[in-house]
């Protein structure tokens, strides 16, 4: 039941059901949910590790908003994991996973051109995922997985254009590219230019 609790507060607070800067009520969430006190208050502890709520005494929980410095910093933290994550994926690959990899390509194309954002920002988070897995390193996946989670609520955050999401494809093709031809540097550098594209994107969006 903790579990349960803690994977549907993660997921209302990363899709912003639950806001950032509200306060929840252990109790309100309680009856949201239909689960009891205990797993609720573990799920909360959890949350509070990922850095995704803070206690407040007297008051309850409060979803911690994203300040530009966070987003800045996680996207530093991405760019030195997610390039050497990439070039282990290009040189452990199988080839079920580029098929699988392919489909969600395919998908995503396919979501970028007619401007579908929640199917779109879906396919990212199973894009980068697939990558951790095809590194077939369980620490680095678990990492990742992290820093992901902390992501995909910025792009909730972010109002996505269907230049973004179009963009954003063509880079993930790119990635794709190198790591279906085994080519761990060009896997690499393709991710890093990914994430200096976010960046940017994110600095523009700011201003």
Avoid at 8 to 30: D, F, H, M, S
Avoid at 63 to 87: F, G, T
Wanted: proline residues 2%; aromatic residues 6%.
């Amino acid at each position: 039941m903790a579990t349960r609790a803690y994977d549907t507060i993660k997921r209302r607070i990363i899709t912003l059901e639950y806001r950032p800067g509200q306060y929840l009520n252990e109790a309100q969430v309680c009856k949201d949910l239909g689960i009891g006190r205990t797993p609720v208050h573990q799920a909360f502890h959890r949350l509070m590790n990922d850095g995704l709520v803070e206690i407040i005494p007297r008051k309850g929980m409060i979803i911690r908003p994203n300040s530009l410095n966070e987003v800045l910093a996680l996207l530093e933290a991405r760019w030195v994991i997610e390039p050497y994550c990439a070039s282990l994926a290009a040189t452990r690959t199988s080839s079920q996973d580029v098929s699988a990899l392919r489909l969600i390509m395919a998908a995503a194309e396919k979501a970028a051109k007619r401007g579908d954002t929640e199917t779109f920002m879906s396919l990212d988070v199973s894009f980068h995922s697939a990558l951790a897995k095809m590194a077939r390193n369980s620490i680095l996946g678990e990492v990742l997985r992290n820093l992901h989670d902390l992501a995909t609520r910025i792009w909730y955050l972010h109002v996505w254009q269907k230049a973004d999401m179009q963009l954003t494809y063509r880079e993930h093709l790119a990635i794709f590219e190198s790591i279906k031809g085994g080519d761990k540097d060009g896997a690499a550098r393709a991710m890093q230019d990914h994430l200096t594209s976010l960046r940017r994107r994110v600095l523009e969006g700011s201003q």
